[in-house]
């Protein structure tokens, strides 16, 4: 369900779109087509956890903004 979600965010953004759990867990991703993840720090599964850095950074955004 989520991988659809975000194959739909990733065509309206023109944009790779991942979906993770607050605890790092990949739930879902849209890449755009030509584009290579970031393998080292996203496994690329789905139900595999990221890095847990990665993960404590994202977790400390507290606002996005559209550029």
């Known amino acids: 369900m989520f ?6 965010m990733r065509d309206i953004l023109s944009s790779s779109v991942i979906v993770i759990s607050r605890k790092g867990k990949l ?3 849209g890449l755009l087509p ?3 993840p970031i393998a080292e720090l ?5 139900g ?3 890095d ?8 400390s955004v ?6």
């Open 27 to 29: 739930l879902g991703q």
């Open 3 to 8: 991988n659809d979600i975000c194959s739909v």
């Open 52 to 59: 847990k850095m990665l993960n404590e950074r994202l977790l």
């Open 48 to 50: 595999e956890f990221i």
């Open 34 to 36: 030509g584009e290579e």
């Open 42 to 46: 996203i496994g690329g599964n789905v």
């Open 62 to 67: 507290l606002s996005t903004k559209e550029m």
